[in-house]
Structures are given as C-alpha cells and as structure tokens.
C-alpha cells in the first residue's frame, strides 16, 4: 500500500551495520527509502551495504564524537539530499551490578545513549523543522519500563530518551516533525543470544512473562519503524511502541 511507502525518502540509521539497525535499513529499503547507516567500524558497513544493495550507502562516525555530528549531516545532505528519516538506533549496554558500576562505566552509557542521540536528533532537527518535515525515531528499551537487575546505566539512558521523546514531540510536532520511539523486547540477534546462552536464568524468565511464548526477529522492530516513518503514522507522535510480544503487560 503505498500509504506505507517510504519512495523518495533518504533516512539516516545510526549503528546499522550490524543486529537491529541493518534490520530497520533492509526494511527501510524494501519500503522505497534510500539509507544511510553509519558506526565506527568500516568493514561492517561496507559488508551491509554490499547485502542491502544500491539505494544503501554508509559513513563511517562515532557519535560520541558530538563536534563530528554536524559535518556528518551536511555530507549526507550535499550527497543524497535533505534527511526525511533519523532513527538513533546506535547504543551501549553493560550488564554490572550497580554497587559495581564506576563513575566512568556510568558516563560511557550515557554518553552514547543519550548524550549524542540528543546531539544528532538536534542536528537533524533544525534542518527538519525549516523544511516542515521529517520522522525521528529513537530505540528504547523494556528496560525503560520496568526494573531490569544489573543494567542502572542502560536503564537510566533508556528512560532519560523515552522522556525525551515526549518533549521533543510538544516542541516540534506543530512543525510537521513527528518524534517517537520503539521500544524493543527480546530480539533474537547474534548478541543478545549470547548473552542469554551466558545467562539462561534471565533467558527463561524472560520467556516465562512473554505473552507469545517467543523472542521477536529484528524485522519486526524494522517494519514497526517503516509504520512510524510513513504516512500510515502521520497522526502519531510522542509515543513509545513496545515491540515485545507482550512481554511488558506479561505476568
């Protein structure tokens, strides 16, 4: 249906190399919309746009480089035109106890998952609401919902964005800027079975309060994100979509 189209459209998709992100940008793709990944690995980049095909391009960032945020934003604009779509999906967990946790291990977490998610969202921002258009979507997490042990920093970056979704959303929305979030549940990708293979107490757990009765796949957070960047989702902004299978209303 072409409400849910994406043709014509360029996004940016931090961290889409790998896991989630390369998910959102082949569905992205499939959609109509020319990509953008970004990360600070090269080689992971180049392999995903080898796989996602033309309309996929890469730049290489790290966006706790915040100085490097607005460089970045013109380069794509000079070469494929204005930015329609921005999902901060790039980001960090740590998985310590918190008496464990340094002021260092704290600072780090933050700084990618807030820090420069509010820089780039920013960058993107004014160029978006002078055009009187655009899509901002940002990953949270179940961890912004409720008390997951060992992961304060994460959970506390996580809730600051989901926050911050709702504010940006009054400030812009009038604009013609819509602003919201995902927040995934337990996604089958290469990392996080390793850390629920590292840990089958929590892996079960999880699996018992699943409503489903199974983790999710990531196109499931890529076609949820293709809903929220169309014209399917032209009335909805300021919300938090939990992709999870029911596991934050689970028992």
């Known amino acids: 249906m072409t409400i849910f189209s994406l043709e014509g459209k360029v996004a940016l998709i931090t961290g889409g190399g790998t896991g989630i992100g390369f998910d959102i940008a082949k569905c992205m793709i499939e959609a109509g919309a020319t990509v953008?990944?970004?990360g600070r690995r090269e080689q992971p980049l180049q392999d995903a746009v080898a796989q996602l095909g033309e309309r996929a391009h890469y730049f290489t960032n790290d966006?706790?480089?915040l100085a490097g945020l607005e460089p970045l934003v013109e380069a794509i604009e000079a070469k494929l035109g204005p930015v329609d779509i921005l999902v901060n999906n790039a980001g960090i967990n740590m998985k310590k106890p918190a008496l464990d946790v340094s002021d260092e291990d704290f600072g780090r977490i933050i700084n990618t998952n807030l820090n420069a998610v509010f820089a780039l969202t920013r960058t993107?921002?004014?160029r978006m609401v002078e055009r009187q258009s655009g899509s901002i979507i940002m990953i949270t997490s179940?961890?912004?919902?409720?008390?997951?042990d060992r992961v304060a920093a994460y959970a506390a970056s996580k809730s600051a964005v989901a926050g911050m979704v709702k504010v940006l959303a009054s400030e812009w929305s009038g604009k013609n800027v819509?602003?919201?979030?995902?927040?995934?549940?337990?996604?089958e990708t290469e990392m996080s079975r390793t850390a629920m293979n590292n840990d089958p107490e929590r892996r079960d757990r999880?699996?018992?309060r699943t409503p489903m009765g199974k983790f999710g796949k990531p196109e499931d957070i890529g076609w949820a994100a293709v809903y929220l960047a169309s014209d399917a989702a032209k009335y909805v902004t300021g919300?938090?979509?939990?992709v999870d299978g029911g596991n934050s209303v689970g028992f």
């Open 36 to 38: 953008v990944i970004t």
């Open 63 to 65: 966006v706790t480089d």
């Open 124 to 126: 993107c921002a004014r």
């Open 142 to 148: 179940m961890a912004a919902y409720y008390g997951i």
């Open 178 to 187: 819509r602003i919201n979030a995902i927040a995934p549940g337990f996604i």
């Open 206 to 208: 999880a699996m018992r």
């Open 239 to 242: 919300a938090s979509l939990p």
